[in-house]
């Protein structure tokens, strides 16, 4: 039995899961981001099959159709799912697989797959939330509008999570993030 697991991270937009996952895979050989799809177009610095699989409605919808996703959902008018045979294929390969999704994606993962560890990982302030997503310079004031909106909703939800981490200061969460994979798979070892 593979010792490799899930570990799930969600955030609130703009709260740095996509960053400290970023950091945690690259700092591991054993772990590695699984790479989601979406409808949503390419962002500057973006590349195809690297930071996302970039597909049209309708493939996205085949998918779907097929059971490809173990989640999909539809965020700020756009589809993202993460696919089972992604999260197979790095298990498969003894890594570890790092979703970075949001909180009702991890709730099906967390169904399907009951031995993943969860994380929620939360900004220090909603001031400060506001402030990182109007330093990306990538959305208008509506659209930063909407992120705030939906970040009460999605921080209602960081109880259903194994692990809180505040992103207050990046090593430290680093850190701690670091913490609960390696106790992933101290779990995982012993159940083998």
Not at 4 to 12: C, D, E, K, N, V
Not at 104 to 131: D, H, I, T
Request: charged residues 25%.
């Amino acid at each position: 039995m593979s010792s490799a697991g899930i570990l799930i991270l969600s955030a609130p937009s703009g709260g740095g899961k996509t960053s400290l996952a970023r950091a945690l895979a690259g700092s591991r050989d054993d772990a590695e981001i699984t790479v989601s799809h979406t409808t949503r177009g390419q962002r500057p610095g973006e590349e195809h099959g690297v930071h996302y699989h970039f597909v049209d409605q309708p493939t996205f919808k085949a998918m779907i159709a097929e059971g490809q996703f173990i989640e999909c959902a539809t965020v700020f008018d756009h589809y993202y799912g993460t696919s089972i045979a992604a999260i197979e294929k790095l298990i498969l390969h003894g890594k570890h697989a790092i979703l970075d999704i949001d909180w009702q994606g991890a709730e099906n993962v967390r169904k399907k797959y009951p031995a993943a560890k969860s994380v929620f990982v939360m900004p220090p302030s909603m001031e400060a939330l506001e402030q990182r997503l109007r330093r990306r310079k990538q959305d208008s004031d509506r659209v930063i509008a909407r992120r705030m909106q939906a970040a009460n909703n999605e921080m209602s939800h960081k109880d259903e999570f194994d692990a809180i981490i505040i992103n207050d200061h990046f090593d430290r969460a680093l850190a701690e993030l670091e913490s609960v994979l390696n106790g992933l798979e101290s779990a995982l070892q012993e159940s083998a």
